[in-house]
Structures are given as structure tokens and as C-alpha cells.
């Protein structure tokens, strides 16, 4: 009796051991696949964070303007109220159109003026204009209309009147003979290109620019 006791105890054991191991394996196959599952939602999260970021920085990347003609289209030699230049473009690498008021333009001018006494020399005064791109058209308009468009598309050319006296008419870019200037096209979320030219003496309008 005592011996068919002992047998059936240690059947016992060995049968709580079997189903100890069994719900320990799985427990680890639960958390296995619980690992699994959380490691493939990473991964995938972490490759779509790549690709957006990868089509945010290529639409930057293209968003690049192509300047084709930047020419004086209008000089005042007696102050900045009718200096206006003229601009034709176009956004050939761009993957989406642009809003046309998303790209803008600043004019820093380096004006040699008369220092003021007692010092001697030529002073250097930097003062700016700026505005954006919104009265842009295409190239069978006057290049000065606000509502013509509202946005650039790669396969079409454009041109502007470029007002100097903007912003609303507090613009502080004069054109003047022998002055020095930088001329910035910045699209938002974009690139951003300069043009960099000098003024000499003489100059008038259809001055080109690029030259």
C-alpha cells in the first residue's frame, strides 16, 4: 500500500512538472511573439518616418528657382519710387506647384554715402526691400498682377515687375550709380538663390544684370 502511495505521489510530480514546463514554454512563446510584434511596428514606423522625411528634403531640394533674366527695368535717379527691376523664372525641378506668395524676395543694398563729419571717406549704409512673388504672371501678361495666378508649376515660364519700394511703399533699396547689391529669391520650405551684381556709372533701364 505504502509503496503504490509513493509511486502514485511521484507520478504526481512528474505531471505538475510536465504542465510547469508547458505553461512556461508558453509563456516565453506568448512573450516571443508579444516582442516580435512590438520590434515589426518599429520598423515599420521607422521606415515611413524615413520615406516622409525622404519626400520632405527631395520637394526642398527642388524647390529651386532658375533666374533666366534679371534686367533693370525701370531706374530712378531721383529716389526708389519708380526703381523697379524685372525678373523671368521658372521651377523646372520642382515635384508639386508652389504658392505663388510661398516664395519670396528681399534686395540688400550697400549704398555708398558721404561719412559724416569729422570722419572722412565713404560710409557703407545697408538697407533692404522685400515682398514675395504673388503679383508673378506668365509670360503672356504684364508680369504685374496680383490675382493672375496663385501658384508656380514646373513647365511654365514666368516673369515679375519687381517693385522697390515694396514693402508697402517702405522699401528702402534705392538704385543708384556704383552700388553694390544682393538680390534673394527664397521659396518656403525651399531653397533659397542670391544674385549678387554692381551698378556702375550710367546705368539705365534694360541694364542686364547677369552680365
Same mark, same amino acid.
Request: net charge negative.
Given at each position: 500500500m505504502c509503496l503504490y502511495m509513493e509511486e502514485s505521489l511521484y507520478l504526481n510530480d512528474r505531471a505538475e512538472f510536465a504542465?510547469?514546463?508547458?505553461?512556461?514554454?508558453?509563456?516565453?512563446?506568448?512573450?516571443?511573439?508579444?516582442?516580435?510584434?512590438?520590434?515589426?511596428?518599429?520598423?515599420?514606423?521607422?521606415?515611413?518616418?524615413?520615406?516622409?522625411?525622404s519626400v520632405q528634403q527631395s520637394e526642398t531640394i527642388n524647390s529651386v528657382p532658375v533666374v533666366l533674366a534679371?534686367?533693370?527695368?525701370?531706374?530712378?535717379?531721383?529716389g526708389n519710387t519708380n526703381d523697379r527691376l524685372y525678373l523671368m523664372f521658372? &521651377?523646372?525641378? =520642382?515635384?508639386?506647384?508652389?504658392?505663388? *506668395?510661398?516664395?519670396?524676395?528681399?534686395?540688400?543694398?550697400?549704398?555708398?554715402d558721404t561719412a559724416t563729419p569729422p570722419r572722412t571717406g565713404t560710409a557703407h549704409t545697408l538697407v533692404y526691400s522685400s515682398g514675395d512673388f504673388d503679383s508673378a504672371t506668365e509670360l503672356i501678361s504684364n508680369g504685374n498682377d496680383d490675382a493672375a495666378l496663385d501658384e508656380f508649376n514646373p513647365t511654365t515660364y514666368y516673369h515679375i515687375i519687381i517693385e522697390l519700394s515694396e514693402p508697402n511703399g517702405e522699401g528702402d533699396c534705392?538704385?543708384?550709380?556704383?552700388?553694390?547689391?544682393? &538680390?534673394?529669391? =527664397?521659396?518656403?520650405?525651399?531653397?533659397? *538663390?542670391?544674385?549678387?551684381?554692381?551698378?556702375?556709372?550710367?546705368?539705365?533701364a534694360g541694364y542686364d544684370l547677369m552680365s
Open positions: 504542465l510547469s514546463a508547458m505553461v512556461t514554454m508558453i509563456m516565453i512563446l506568448l512573450f516571443s511573439a508579444i516582442i516580435a510584434g512590438l520590434s515589426l511596428m518599429m520598423v515599420e514606423k521607422a521606415f515611413m518616418e524615413s520615406r516622409g522625411q534679371f534686367e533693370i527695368e525701370e531706374f530712378d535717379s531721383t521658372k &521651377f523646372p525641378y =520642382a515635384s508639386n506647384s508652389i504658392p505663388d *506668395t510661398n516664395v519670396k524676395w528681399a534686395m540688400l543694398c550697400d549704398i555708398n534705392d538704385l543708384v550709380e556704383d552700388m553694390s547689391s544682393t &538680390f534673394v529669391i =527664397a521659396v518656403e520650405n525651399g531653397r533659397t *538663390t542670391e544674385l549678387d551684381f554692381h551698378l556702375p556709372a550710367g546705368v539705365g
